[in-house]
């Protein structure tokens, strides 16, 4: 099976714009889950999808957005880009059955000048 | 809420070396451990995982990790380290209740030839 595909890898923006990141799950996985690294905070959980809902949501501000459609696919959005909001951010998929093993993308690097 | 500690921050060994890494979390109910490894240019990859039964959970390329519920640790060994094995290792908890990893901070393994 393929695994979890992001695009696009790397992105350049500046500050005030938005930004949408697309993640494609392992085929049959059904959850995803969105997590942005950064050097100073590590990893963290931003939110996660299952059957086209959000079901659970991370400490950050309502200018990270997210959206899952029907084949699974997320799109993860982020408005009024600042400074802060580089990163490196992850997609994760699971497969429900799977005790939650969560299986990690590449990641898009975003940096906002 | 949940806290995964991860005691070094910076590891630097020879070949051939035993590796120890420390993990302690901090939660009340019912979780699952992982260790996470991210290789140089990498994505995040799965060593191991636990969801109960043995305590001692053996992993990918030689590696285990023994879960002491009454420590809340998680700790990562391996005992004869690779140059190979240089790369960054995250402990992660995830509350089953809401399938969201929470990570430690990272330990990055230099390991020399």
């Known amino acids: 099976k393929a695994g979890v595909t992001q695009t696009p890898r790397y992105l350049i923006k500046t500050r005030g714009q938005q930004v949408t990141l697309s993640c494609s799950p392992i085929?049959?996985?059904?959850?995803v889950s969105w997590y942005q690294q950064t050097p100073g905070q590590g990893l963290q959980f931003l939110f996660e999808?299952?059957?086209?809902?959000?079901?659970n949501k991370g400490n950050f501000p309502g200018r990270f957005s997210g959206r899952q459609f029907s084949n699974s696919r997320s799109e993860m959005n982020v408005s009024t880009l600042e400074l802060g909001d580089s990163a490196l951010y992850l997609c994760?998929?699971?497969?429900?059955?799977?005790?939650?093993?969560?299986?990690f993308g590449p990641g898009t690097r975003l940096t906002v000048l | 809420a949940q806290s995964v500690s991860q005691h070094n921050h910076h590891v630097i060994l020879s070949e051939a070396a035993s590796l120890e890494l420390g993990c302690n979390y901090s939660?009340?109910?019912?979780?699952?451990l992982f260790w996470y490894v991210q290789y140089p240019g990498q994505h995040l990859q799965l060593l191991l995982k636990?969801?109960?039964?043995?305590?001692l959970v053996k992993g990918i390329k030689g590696f285990e990790a023994e879960f002491i519920k009454s420590k809340f640790s998680f700790n990562l060994r391996k005992p004869s380290v690779q140059w190979s094995d240089t790369a960054e290792y995250f402990c992660?908890?995830?509350?089953?209740?809401?399938?969201?990893?929470?990570f430690g901070s990272g330990t990055r393994l230099q390991v020399q030839p």
């Open positions: 636990y969801f109960s039964g043995d305590p």
């Open positions: 999808y299952f059957s086209e809902t959000q079901r």
């Open positions: 992660a908890v995830m509350d089953t209740g809401r399938r969201a990893l929470t």
């Open positions: 994760a998929s699971t497969e429900s059955s799977s005790h939650n093993e969560q299986f």
């Open positions: 085929s049959g996985h059904r959850s």
């Open positions: 939660y009340g109910g019912t979780v699952n």
